[in-house]
């Protein structure tokens, strides 16, 4: 059910990223309302579907994208880790757990496509790349991290509801 | 008993005194009197005039302001429809701009023929500038047909799915065209770049060109039809030392506003790749 779940729910996203939120960009980054979505699905304590909704979701946009494909699937897939290892490590404090991974899973992806497109021919400037696009699209997604992280923590909790002890 | 003559007497009194009294009225001498009388009346008329009009004002302010709520409303609806008609037509008339300029330039160039579609989006990589166009292979679209506007060249298809396809704008990092400047007729390279700017190289030292001469495709590699404008030289790089010149060019496609687009749907792009000598080969 919550695998499905991902489907509609990221695709959903991904339309409003690709339609909306890539026509207002901040310098030359944007938002990736799927990354956040995927972390903060991952970072969610009841969540077992971790690792399919980072699946669905680098499928989802590498279709899109023209991104050589396996950079949204490994990237997100490295972001998903990243969290589940944070979930263990500080789950006293999720939201820092959140920034943290939001930091990281957009650093990781964006560096990942600049070492695809070098692979493939096409060579970025460095410093043009971090400081019009990965600084800001950090920015933006760490904007948007505190609404999605309590999104999809009710999610959770509407998904998999507490068991309550006798 | 009064005598008749005492009562004639009396009337003739009377009738002096009124008669006196008329013409005093008559000469404006009465007029101070009158208003001392007259004041005290018009004050007690007036308060009780206002009292009664205030008492008919609550007795019949209800239904008014029933009445004026209601109509408020009826009028509220019919601005917010005004409204949403209005922004209707203003989107109608800017997609009728768009269509007769796209028609305008498929009639200035008649030897293509042209399919129209709309962007509904853009690559969710902020590194690739890439759009996404609403018509696929079932609307005959095929991997590299050229892309338009009514001002210029804008891309070429990318990937093509059934009902969608990606294009390449010519300001994404990736892309180069083949260009023409006019009037010096100079073959260059025109390269997109991060942040969308384009800038043209390898135009040869000895070419003679200037800041605002054109930028045209030129057809050679066989991805873009020749021909087709694309942009004005805006500044240029030249230095003894270097093997070419470089130049910015600004588009005459505003890349941040495209909604509507021409596919030149009758042009096959030539792929040159097996006559590209590769090292090692006999």
């Known amino acids: ?23 207002i960009p901040l310098l030359q980054g944007t938002t990736d309302l799927v990354l956040l979505a995927v972390v903060a699905w991952s970072l969610q304590r009841r969540v077992r579907t971790a690792w399919q909704w980072g699946i669905i979701g680098g499928l989802l946009v590498g279709f899109v994208s023209a991104v050589p494909f396996v950079v949204y699937v490994v990237g997100y897939l490295l972001a998903v880790g990243f969290s589940l290892l944070l ?7 999720p939201l820092l757990a959140m920034f943290i991974a939001t930091f990281f899973g957009t650093l990781v992806i964006h560096l990942a496509t600049l070492v695809a497109l070098r692979v493939s021919g096409t060579v ?20 948007l991290a505190l609404p999605f992280f309590t999104l999809f923590s009710d999610l959770a909790k509407f998904l998999y509801p507490e068991e309550l002890e006798m | 008993m009064k005598s008749p003559s005492a009562r004639t007497w009396q009337t003739a009194v009377l009738a002096l005194i009124v008669i006196g009294l008329i013409a005093l ?18 004050s007690a008329q007036t308060w009780l005039s206002t009292r009664f009009l205030t008492l008919q004002n609550i007795l019949t302010s209800s239904q008014d302001l029933t009445r004026l709520r209601q109509r408020n409303l009826e009028l509220e609806a019919e601005v917010s429809n005004l409204q ?30 042209y399919l129209a579609a709309a962007i509904i989006g853009r690559d969710p990589s902020p590194f690739m500038k890439y759009v996404i166009i609403n018509r696929g292979s079932d609307g005959g679209l095929r991997s590299g047909m050229p892309v338009v506007t009514s001002q ?25 065209v083949n260009v023409r400047l006019e009037p010096s007729g100079a073959q260059a390279v025109l390269l997109g770049s991060l942040t969308g700017e384009l800038s043209l190289d390898l135009i040869p ?3 003679s060109v200037n800041v605002g001469d054109l930028v045209l495709t030129s057809g050679l590699g066989g991805n873009f039809p020749g021909n087709i404008l694309i942009g004005q030289i805006t500044s240029l790089r030249r230095r003894e030392t270097d093997l070419f010149q470089q130049a910015s060019v600004q588009p005459v496609v505003d890349f941040s506003k495209l909604e509507i687009v021409l596919l ?14 590769t090292p090692g080969a006999p």
């Not at chain 1, 400037?125 to 760490?142: A, E, F, K, T």
């Not at chain 2, 040159?272 to 000598?277: D, H, N, S």
């Open chain 1, 1 to 23: 059910m919550a695998t499905l779940l991902a489907f509609p729910i990221l695709g959903i996203l991904l339309v409003l990223q690709s339609a909306i939120l890539s026509q």
């Open chain 1, 87 to 93: 979930r263990q490590r500080i789950w006293q404090v």
């Open chain 1, 124 to 143: 970025l400037p460095l410093g043009d790349s971090i400081n019009l696009i990965i600084l800001p699209s950090i920015l933006l997604n760490l904007l």
């Open chain 2, 25 to 42: 009225a008559l000469g404006g001498y009465l007029t101070p009197l009158s208003r001392l009388v007259i004041a005290p009346f018009v």
């Open chain 2, 84 to 113: 949403s008609e209005i922004i209707d037509l203003k989107q109608q008339s800017a997609e009728t701009r768009v269509l007769s300029a796209l028609v305008e330039f498929a009639r200035v160039h008649p030897e293509n023929r």
């Open chain 2, 152 to 176: 210029g060249l804008a891309g070429r298809i990318a990937a093509v799915t059934a009902g969608a396809a990606r294009v390449e704008l010519i300001t994404d990092p990736a892309s180069s």
């Open chain 2, 205 to 207: 030292q000895t070419a």
């Open chain 2, 264 to 277: 030149i749907t009758n042009f096959r792009p030539v792929d040159i790749e097996p006559l590209v000598p």
